[in-house]
């Protein structure tokens, strides 16, 4: 007689774009870099402090975070925006309708 095995032992339910951004949130901690940072450092070749497997993982989780429709903001240390002001000297209260309504990073996925 075969018994059938519940899926939970085969398989993890996931949410996006939720799961990817706490896996790339953790891996801004543990290098203290950011993604966009990491990204762009990446595709220009420079060397980066992160150890193959991370570095793997960071590239995998940021495709599937931006497949996900992800919010690239939602991945930026607050601090990042709260004492500095933009080109126009807004704070950050005074920007945040802008940030969300202007995108200011362009990625291309193609469908598989």
Not at 7 to 28: C, G
Not at 104 to 112: D, R
């Amino acid at each position: 007689m075969h018994t059938q095995m519940p899926y939970e032992d085969f398989v993890k339910i996931v949410y996006e774009p939720e799961h990817s951004k706490n896996i790339l949130l953790e891996l801004q901690q543990k290098y203290n870099l950011d993604t966009m940072q990491f990204i762009s450092w990446y595709r220009e070749g420079i060397p980066l402090p992160v150890e193959a497997r991370d570095c793997r993982n960071w590239l995998y989780n940021f495709e599937i975070f931006i497949r996900a429709e992800g919010d690239i903001f939602e991945l930026l240390q607050s601090s990042q925006f709260d004492s500095q002001r933009d080109l126009f000297g807004q704070t950050n209260e005074n920007m945040e309708g802008l940030i969300k309504n202007q995108p200011l990073f362009y990625f291309s996925v193609k469908a598989a």
